[in-house]
C-alpha cells in the first residue's frame, strides 16, 4: 500500500516543523490541561486541517498565517484513524503559518501516552508521578499532533507543575519560573527535529545523581526517591556507551544531555526518547553486590542499546513503522558490540549466541515472518516488537558485518548516518551504503533474510555446501518460511588457517579447506547446519578444538534438529556427553533445554530413565564446580552452577541439592547468581509456608532484582492453591506491568499450568480490560508447553483462535505451533525410550 493510499496515513498538504507544548499535569486528579502551538508549512491552499489526536478533549484551533488569523469549527473526531479534523470558513493561504490548539485530557493507567505511575518510599508514603511512553503511535494521547515518524520537527516543551516536584524533557532545562501559588513552570531548549513517538516528559519525587561530563555531554541517573544510590553501574556503562558509539560512528551524540531516568510502571524495558531515556526501574538500577552477572549484563545492554538509538533511530529514523525493525535490529547489534567492548571478560557474544537460537526457535515454524513486512496500521506495528526483529535481526547484522569485516561495515554505517542525518530512511538506504563500502551484493543477500521467513538449514557432505529450508514440521500452504537464500558461510579448518567465505546459493559450493571443517566457522551465521557422515565422523574427536560459540552452536543446531525429529534422543546425549568438562553455560543452557522438555513429556519408567541420564550428564559437572565459587574459577562459570543446580536439584531429583537450596533458602543466604536457581529448587518442593515467604520478600525487597526474582519465582510452586492464589493476585494485588508476564510463568508449570490457563481463559476479558494492551500476549507464555495431552491442545487453540490478539496474534499462533510440535515430540520420544 502507498503512502497516498494508506487511509492511516495523513496527508502532506500541511507539515509542522516546531512544536511549543505546554502541559499542566494534576497528578491528584490523574488529568491534564494543555496548549500547543505548531507552526506548519502549508503545501497548498485548503480549507481543512487534519492531525493525529486520541483520548483527548480539542478546542477549535487558531492559525496565524501571512499576519492573518482564522479560527476553525470545532474539530470532527475520526476514531477509526485517530485523527481530528478542524475546518475553516476561508481558505488557508500556501506557505508557513501557526496553529494553535487548547486540549485537556487523563493521566490513564495503560503505560502508553501520558500516563500516571506511583510508587511508595521507604517510609510507607505513596508517590504519584506523570511520565510518557509514546513509541509507537501515542504521542497523539498527549498533545494534537502530526504522529508518524516521518513528519520530523523540532519539539519546545513547557511543564507547570507543583514546585516541589521535579520535571524532565529531552533538553536542557533553560528556566523555571515560581508562579507564586505552589507551582512553577519549568521550560526547556527547543529539540533537535526529530519525530513525535521521541518526545518525553516525567514530573514527579525524584533525586537524580550529580551530572557526569561525557565529553560535553551531561550524564544523569534519575530515579524514584531513596534509589539514587543503585545508579552507578548505569553511569558508568551510560558514559562508556556515549563515547564508544561517538568514535563508532564518527558522529558526536546529537542532543544536548542525557537523562536516564527510572519509572516504577513502564510496559517495556526501556525507550529511547532524546536525551530522556526512560526505563524500568529493573533495568536501570542495580546493587552490584548482590546482583546476579545476568541481571547486571541485562542493564549493560539496555542502556547500550538505548543510547545507541540516539543515533540509529533519533538522528535517522524510518520513513514508515515498517522499517523499525532496522531500529531495533540495529541497536540490539550496537548493544552486543558496545558491552563486548566494555567488559570484553563478559564474553558477550557467546550470550547473543542464545539469543539468537531462541530467535531460530520461532523462525523454523510455519508461522514465522519476515522481519520487515507491510505495515498499514497501528495495530499492525505491534507485531514487530518481537524476538524476530530485535534478535533475528540482530543477529543478521551480525552476520553480515562478519562476512564482510568488522571495518568495512563499520564504514557502510558512518556514511549511512552522515548521509542521512536529521532525516528519515528505507531499508534500502542501508543497504546501498554497505554496497559502496564493500563491493559485496548486500542488497540481494539480505533481503532473501529479511523479506521471507525462515532460515536455511546448511550441509557439509561429500566436499560441499547446499542449503533446504529447516522446519520443525511439514510444510504447510500458509507457511511463512522461504524456500531458499544467498547465505554468507564462514568455514574453517581445524588444521589452522583463517576461515573461507562461501556465499551460498541454490547450487553448491566446494569447500577446499584441510579436513576436519567447522561449518558456521565463529557461530555468527543465522542457519542451522548439519554434517554429512564422513564429514561428521572427522570432526567428533575434536569437539574440544572448537571456538566455545561453535561447540555452542554445535550443541544448539542438535538440539533443534532433535525437536525437528530429525535425529534420535540417542543422537543428541551423543553429543551432549562429548562435551566433556567445558565450562560453558551457553552450550550446557540448550543440553539443560532438552532435557526440561523431555521431563515434560516422559512419565512413570521413562522419566526415571530420563532422571538417570541427567544425573550422568550433570552430576559430574556440579562435583567439579561444588556451590560456592573457587579461586580462579572464570567470572562466567556461576552462570553453568546455577544451571546444574537448577536442573539437577528440579529433574535430576537430587534430595542434597535440595536440602541445600532449602537452607541457603532459609537463611537468607542467596548469591545474586544462584538465587533464580535456588528458588526454583524450594518452590517445587511445595513446603508450607514457602509460598508466604516467597510473598513477604517480594513485598519488602530493596531491589528490582530481589523483587523480581520472588515475584516470577512464584511460578514454580506445584501446589493448586498456591498458583490459584498467585493467579488472582495478579488481578488484585501486582503491578498491571509485571502481571501479566507473571500469569504466563503460572501456565507453564508442568503441573499445575493447565489449571491457570483455564482461569486465564475464564477471564480473559476481564484481563484483557485491567492490563495494558501492549503486554496482553505475554499471557500466552505457557501455550509451547501444553505438550502432554492433544484433548487440551485443541482446546487452547480454538480458544485463541476466537480470541485473537491483534497485531499481536501472530505471536500467539507462534506459542501455538510450538505446542503442536511440542505434542509430537512427545509422541516420538516416548517411542524412543
Given amino acids: 500500500m502507498t503512502l497516498l493510499s494508506n487511509p492511516y496515513r495523513l496527508a502532506r498538504n500541511v507539515v509542522p516543523s516546531a512544536y511549543r507544548i505546554f502541559l499542566t499535569p494534576d497528578l491528584d486528579a490523574a488529568t491534564f490541561a494543555g496548549r500547543v502551538e505548531i507552526d506548519v508549512v502549508i503545501a497548498e491552499s485548503t480549507s481543512e486541517i487534519t492531525l493525529h489526536a486520541l483520548d483527548l478533549v480539542l478546542g477549535a484551533a487558531a492559525v496565524t498565517a501571512q499576519s492573518v488569523s482564522y479560527r476553525s469549527s470545532e474539530p470532527r473526531y475520526d476514531e477509526e484513524f485517530d485523527t481530528a479534523a478542524f475546518d475553516f470558513a476561508e481558505v488557508l493561504p500556501e506557505g508557513e503559518a501557526t496553529v494553535e490548539i487548547a486540549f485537556t485530557g487523563v493521566l490513564n493507567d495503560l503505560l502508553v501516552g501520558f500516563y500516571r505511575s506511583t510508587f511508595t518510599d521507604d517510609d510507607g508514603q505513596t508517590h504519584v508521578i506523570a511520565t510518557t511512553q509514546f513509541e509507537n503511535c501515542d504521542a497523539r494521547r498527549a498533545f494534537p499532533c502530526w504522529d508518524e515518524p516521518a513528519f520530523k520537527a523540532t519539539y519546545q516543551v513547557n511543564l507547570t507543575v507543583p514546585t516541589h516536584l521535579a520535571a524532565y524533557s529531552n533538553s536542557p532545562e533553560t528556566s523555571s519560573t515560581d508562579l507564586g501559588n505552589g507551582w512553577r513552570t519549568v521550560t526547556f531548549a527547543s529539540t533537535m527535529v526529530m519525530s513525535t513517538y521521541l518526545v518525553a516528559f516525567v514530573v514527579g519525587d525524584f533525586e537524580e545523581t550529580a551530572a557526569l561530563d561525557v565529553d560535553g555531554v551531561p550524564l544523569r541517573v534519575v530515579s524514584p526517591l531513596g534509589k539514587g544510590h543503585l545508579a552507578q553501574l548505569a553511569l558508568d556503562v551510560g558514559a562508556f556507551s556515549l563515547r564508544f558509539f561517538a568514535e563508532y560512528f564518527a558522529i558526536g551524540y546529537p542532543g544536548d544531555k542525557l537523562d536516564m531516568v527510572a519509572i516504577p510502571d513502564f510496559a517495556f524495558g526501556a525507550m529511547e526518547n532524546l536525551g530522556c531515556i526512560t526505563y524500568r526501574e529493573s533495568a536501570l538500577l542495580v546493587d552490584l553486590e548482590k546482583a546476579s552477572l545476568l541481571e547486571v549484563q541485562r542493564i549493560a545492554e539496555i542502556v547500550a542499546h538505548e543510547i545507541a538509538h540516539m543515533w540509529f533511530g533519533d538522528l535517522v529514523t524510518m520513513e514508515w513503522w515498517d522499517g523499525i525493525w532496522l531500529n531495533e535490529a540495529f541497536a540490539t547489534f550496537m548493544q552486543v558490540l558496545c558491552v563486548d567492548a566494555f567488559k570484553p571478560e563478559w564474553k558477550m557474544w557467546l550470550s547473543f549466541g542464545i539469543d539468537r537460537d531462541a530467535a531460530l526457535q520461532i523462525d523454523g515454524l510455519h508461522s514465522t515472518r519476515p522481519i520487515e513486512y507491510e505495515v498499514i496500521s497501528p495495530e499492525d506495528t505491534r507485531g514487530m516488537f518481537d524476538i524476530l526483529t530485535y534478535e533475528k535481526g540482530g543477529s543478521v547484522l551480525r552476520m553480515l558485518e562478519q562476512y564482510l569485516g568488522a571495518t568495512t561495515f563499520r564504514d557502510g554505517i558512518r556514511q549511512y548516518l ?258 533464580r536457581a535456588i528458588l526454583r529448587v524450594v518452590a517445587q518442593q511445595d513446603r508450607p509456608g514457602d509460598y508466604q515467604t516467597f510473598l513477604e520478600r517480594y513485598r519488602h525487597a530493596i531491589t528490582p532484582q530481589e523483587e523480581h526474582r520472588y515475584l516470577y519465582s512464584l511460578g514454580e510452586f506445584s501446589d493448586l492453591a498456591v498458583a490459584s492464589d498467585a493467579a488472582e493476585r495478579c488481578f488484585s494485588d501486582f503491578r498491571n506491568q509485571d502481571a501479566p508476564l507473571l500469569l504466563g510463568y503460572l501456565s507453564t508449570n508442568l503441573v499445575t499450568g493447565p489449571a491457570i490457563w483455564n482461569i486465564i481463559a475464564d477471564r480473559w476479558d476481564e484481563a484483557l480490560s485491567a492490563f495494558p494492551p501492549s503486554v496482553h500476549v505475554r499471557m500466552t507464555l505457557g501455550l509451547a508447553t501444553f505438550i502432554r495431552d492433544a484433548d487440551f491442545a485443541d482446546t487452547v487453540e480454538a480458544f485463541h483462535a476466537s480470541h485473537p490478539l491483534g497485531g499481536e496474534q501472530r505471536t500467539v499462533e507462534q506459542n501455538i505451533e510450538r505446542m503442536r510440535v511440542g505434542l509430537a515430540f512427545t509422541a516420538a520420544l516416548r517411542e524412543q525410550f
Fill in 418 to 675: 552522515k548521509k542521512h542525518s536529521y532525516a528519515n530512511t528505507v531499508t534500502t538506504d542501508l543497504w546501498d551504503a554497505l554496497e559502496e563500502t564493500s563491493g559485496q551484493p548486500v542488497r540481494e543477500m539480505m533481503n532473501t533474510f529479511i523479506l521471507q521467513g525462515g532460515h536455511p538449514l546448511v550441509t557439509l557432505a561429500d566436499g560441499k555446501l547446499t542449503q533446504v529450508p529447516f522446519a520443525y514440521g511439514r510444510r504447510t500452504p500458509a507457511s511463512a518460511i522461504g524456500s531458499s537464500w544467498l547465505v554468507p558461510v564462514l568455514t574453517r579448518s581445524l588444521g589452522g588457517g583463517t576461515a573461507s567465505r562461501h556465499l551460498l546459493g541454490d547450487f553448491p559450493a566446494a569447500v577446499v579447506d584441510e579436513s576436519p571443517v567447522v561449518v558456521n566457522a565463529g557461530g555468527s551465521g543465522v542457519f542451522r547446519s548439519r554434517y554429512g557422515r564422513a564429514e561428521l565422523a572427522a570432526l567428533s574427536p575434536h569437539i574440544d578444538q572448537l571456538e566455545e560459540l561453535e561447540r555452542a552452536t554445535l550443541v544448539a543446531d542438535s538440539w533443534a534438529a532433535l525437536f525437528a525429529g530429525q535425529v534420535t534422543w540417542q543422537d543428541f546425549l551423543t553429543t551432549a556427553r562429548g562435551l566433556g568438562n567445558q565450562n560453558e553455560f551457553n552450550t550446557w543452557g540448550s543440553v539443560a533445554s532438552a532435557v526440561g522438555l523431555a521431563h515434560r513429556a516422559l512419565d512413570g519408567a521413562q522419566h526415571d530413565t530420563l532422571v538417570a541420564q541427567v544425573r550422568e550428564l550433570f552430576g559430574p559437572q556440579f562435583e567439579r564446580l561444588g556451590w560456592d565459587a573457587r579461586e580462579g574459577e572464570g567470572e562466567l562459570t556461576p552462570q553453568l552452577r546455577a544451571i546444574l543446580i537448577s536442573t539437577l536439584g528440579v529433574i535430576g531429583q537430587d534430595t542434597d541439592i535440595q536440602a541445600e537450596a532449602v537452607r541457603r533458602f532459609e537463611t537468607d543466604d542467596l548469591d545474586g547468581n544462584l538465587a
